[in-house]
């Protein structure tokens, strides 16, 4: 069997006749009927709403330009072409450039010509252990152990 809850009315009882509530009653059914209005309301002629307006046209033809238009004859802009055009071509050389007198280009060179002449020693020298060898050494005809 289900428990019934009451619902009380808690609080100060509310008087539907004073101005608050009556206001409040009026707004909520132009809220309903959406009459409504927030804000400050809007100039259809002033400049920014033109411009809006302007905006809206361009991009629903396709013609929309954001920002600054673009100085093709400046510093920036000359550069960037310039770039590009490397780019393009497969010309443009990324990061810093090197040094050929530098000591570590020195050093990479004298390892490049070691390799081609097959002097250089690879991997790592071979680790000296404390192990002793012995070995089997015959002299005179006497076999002797040697540390």
Same mark, same amino acid.
């Given at each position: ?19 608050? #509530?009556? *206001? ?6 132009? *809220? ?16 920014? #709403?033109?411009? @809006? ?7 629903? @033809? ?13 510093? *920036?802009?000359? *550069? ?24 570590? #280009? #020195? ?24 192990? @002793? ?5 015959? @002299? ?8």
């Amino acid at each position: 069997m289900k428990k019934v809850v009451k619902v009380e009315n808690r609080g100060r009882k509310v008087n539907p006749n004073s101005a608050r #509530q009556i *206001r409040l009653k009026e707004l909520e059914a132009k *809220r309903a009927n959406g009459e409504l209005k927030r804000g400050r309301p809007v100039n259809p002629n002033s400049v920014r #709403q033109l411009e @809006i307006e302007r905006k809206m046209l361009n991009k629903m @033809i396709g013609n929309e330009t954001r920002g600054r238009k673009v100085d093709a004859s400046s510093a *920036r802009q000359v *550069r960037l072409a310039e770039l590009e055009s490397k780019r393009a071509n497969g010309e443009l050389r990324r990061g810093r450039p090197v040094n050929p007198n530098s000591a570590r #280009q #020195q050093r990479l060179a004298e390892m490049e010509v070691k390799r081609a002449n097959g002097e250089v020693k690879r991997g790592r020298p071979a680790k000296k252990t404390g192990k @002793i060898n012995f070995e089997k050494v015959s @002299i005179n005809g006497v076999d002797m152990i040697v540390a």
